[in-house]
């Protein structure tokens, strides 16, 4: 059983840890769902960490279901030991350890506090975020993804599904990235994956050749930013068009999307954009087909844009109730009836948050 092996230059390592069957649950107690799994075999779960009653978040994956080929397995292994390994970053969140029985792997990972960003929106009932708040989410989304590019990591599925939003508000600080199971480790000569990763509309052209690279994940953030602000994907959802079993590396479907993406213009063509030039001076490099044309992470991150970001004192957020214009204050809540979105804050902590806190 290797825990912590040293590296060539006398560091502890991490890696995955094979426990018996009884082994999780000496050292955990499995709660409830966080939420559930868009994959066949997994689940998130809240759980407690016997020896110092931590609260964690843990992934289940299910051997006998959630892997297709053992070169999968492989890859997914690889990616999981890199990000063991990873130096902490606030914007990332922190996986503890990876525990393997004969059925599983759990993935034990620090819990992010708050709400993902895909949820906020459906919160908001799909209306578009202002451009202050937006900038502020691609500010840190952009901090913690130069911090694993610099350490040559790939996450090949940004979308706002995994990207959550801090209970408090948004500012320094309130955004964490989750969900690193396409991760890899990235160099210049990587030769092609077997697979096509990460989720239609964030997909770069390249991604559907299987070249990913750190500039793939720059363009995934594009994508992020004009949802946000424009309320809308930047693509016309009728390209994505392929079937279950086409998205392997070099299919005639996969060719096809790619190519037709690259033909794809984006509509710069609105209100927002004529307010505010700079965004779509940004957004437009990001999402360039041509990743040799978009900025790395880094350099988005010295976007005029972004300079009243970057000169923040740490301190200061934004409350979620200043995210959204004034024209769509008024949010549904569905069940519990419609309610001013100044109550935000009000809300999310008595609604949101006991939705998702421990063993609610
Ligand atoms: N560490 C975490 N802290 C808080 N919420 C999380 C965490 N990990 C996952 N979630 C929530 O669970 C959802 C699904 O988890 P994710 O790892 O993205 O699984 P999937 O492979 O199904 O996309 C996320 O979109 C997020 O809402
Ligand atoms: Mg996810």
New binding site residues.
């Given amino acids: 059983m290797a825990v912590a092996d040293k590296d060539a230059k006398g560091r502890k390592s991490q890696s995955i840890q094979t426990i018996d069957d009884s082994g999780f649950a000496k050292r955990y107690e499995l709660g409830a769902e ?6 066949h075999g ?1 689940e ?1 779960k809240h759980a407690k960490r016997h020896s110092d009653q931590q609260s ?2 843990v ?1 289940l994956r299910c051997k006998a279901h959630c892997f297709q080929s053992r070169e999968e397995e492989q890859e997914w292994r690889r990616g999981a030991e890199f990000m063991l390994n990873l130096p902490h970053n606030v914007g990332v ?1 922190r996986i503890f350890e990876v525990l393997e029985d004969s059925r599983a792997f759990y ?1 034990v ?8 960003l ?2 906020l929106i459906l919160l908001a009932k799909g209306r578009s975020f202002n451009a202050n708040a937006v900038r502020e989410i691609l500010y840190e989304v952009l901090q913690a993804l130069t911090h694993l590019h610099e350490h040559n990591g790939i996450h090949r ?1 940004l979308k706002l ?2 990207i ?1 939003i801090g209970a408090s508000g948004l500012g320094p600080k309130s955004v ?1 990235l ?4 396409t991760v890899a480790e990235w160099t210049p000569t990587n030769p092609p994956g077997i697979e096509v990763l990460g989720t239609d509309q964030y997909i770069a052209q390249e991604g559907y050749k299987g070249q990913y690279s750190p500039l793939t994940d720059v363009f995934a953030v594009g994508v992020i930013g004009y949802r946000l602000i424009v309320g809308r994907f930047p693509f016309q959802d009728e390209i994505f068009d392929d079937k279950p079993g086409e998205n392997w590396v070099g299919s005639p479907k996969m060719e096809e999307i790619s190519s037709k993406l690259k033909q794809q213009k984006v509509n710069f063509n609105y209100p927002v954009f004529n307010e505010n030039p700079q965004v779509a001076n940004l957004l437009s490099s990001m999402l360039q087909h041509n990743p040799h044309h978009r900025p790395t992470a880094k350099k988005a991150l010295e976007h005029e844009w972004m300079a009243d970001s970057s000169n923040k004192p740490s301190s200061s957020v934004v409350s979620l109730e200043d995210a959204w214009p004034l024209k769509a204050r008024r949010i549904d809540f569905g069940l519990l009836g419609h309610a001013e979105v100044s109550c935000l804050p009000f809300l999310h902590h008595m609604i949101i948050l006991p939705l ?1 806190s421990f063993f609610h």
């Fill in positions: 966080v939420m559930p799994s868009s994959n997994m998130i964690v978040v992934k969140a993935i990972m620090e819990k992010a506090d708050g709400i993902d895909f949820e599925d599904e995994n959550i964490k989750i969900d690193f199971d998702i």
